[in-house]
């Protein structure tokens, strides 16, 4: 065989075992549409503590074999902003990539009541599917309640409402919360 159908050969081996995730796959963000541009805008839930919050996806970085959407969380007129990297896996699931490995964050298809292991020793749970709920940004129905908690830990709990192709329209926290305002998804704006 000659030389340079010996490389051509182990080239694509080489890219057969190393498949690059693609993020994006529109069945699977159905309740978190992860596409560079889009922009959620949050104001404070808690007494004392005002502002405005805002989530954008900002770009798509390679970490390792996957794709990642790098998602800036920023409060307005704040120079300090803090970024986490998501993506979809193959199973639908949003995958986040914390202190240096891929972990699950949230799993939008599990039954109601049953329990995942998310991020950073969190599990997770679907407490409500349908849901609907009245927020700055306007009134969404068929909503997920999704609630994050790490067990025998005290004020850990993370709780979560994405609506249906618009994603997180509110978030709380034992210390902390927020509710959507505006966003833009896609080539949607709401409200």
């Not at 000659?2 to 690059?20: D, E, H």
């Not at 972990?103 to 599990?110: A, E, L, M, N």
Request: hydrophobic letters at 40%; glycine letters at 8%; a neutral charge.
């Amino acid at each position: 065989m000659k030389p340079s159908a010996v490389i051509l050969l182990l080239a694509l081996l080489f890219l057969r075992c190393t498949k690059i995730t693609e993020p994006g796959d529109p069945a699977a963000i159905e309740f978190y549409p992860l596409q560079v541009g889009n922009r959620w805008t949050y104001t404070s839930t808690n007494p004392g503590i005002s502002g405005t919050f805002i989530d954008e996806v900002v770009g798509v970085r390679q970490i390792g074999a996957h794709r990642y959407f790098a998602i800036r969380y920023s409060r307005l007129n704040d120079p300090a902003a803090d970024t986490s990297y998501l993506r979809v896996a193959e199973d639908g699931t949003i995958r986040i990539y914390r202190n240096n490995r891929d972990q699950p964050f949230v799993d939008f298809y599990q039954p109601i009541d049953d329990r995942w292991p998310s991020y950073d020793g969190y599990w997770g749970v679907v407490q409500e599917r349908g849901y609907r709920t009245t927020v700055p940004a306007g009134t969404f129905s068929n909503c997920l309640r999704i609630f994050l908690d790490i067990p025998f830990m005290a004020d850990d709990e993370q709780w979560y409402i994405f609506a249906q192709g618009i994603g997180p329209i509110q978030r709380r926290s034992a210390w902390f919360g927020t509710m959507l305002v505006s966003a833009k998804v896609g080539s949607r704006s709401y409200p």
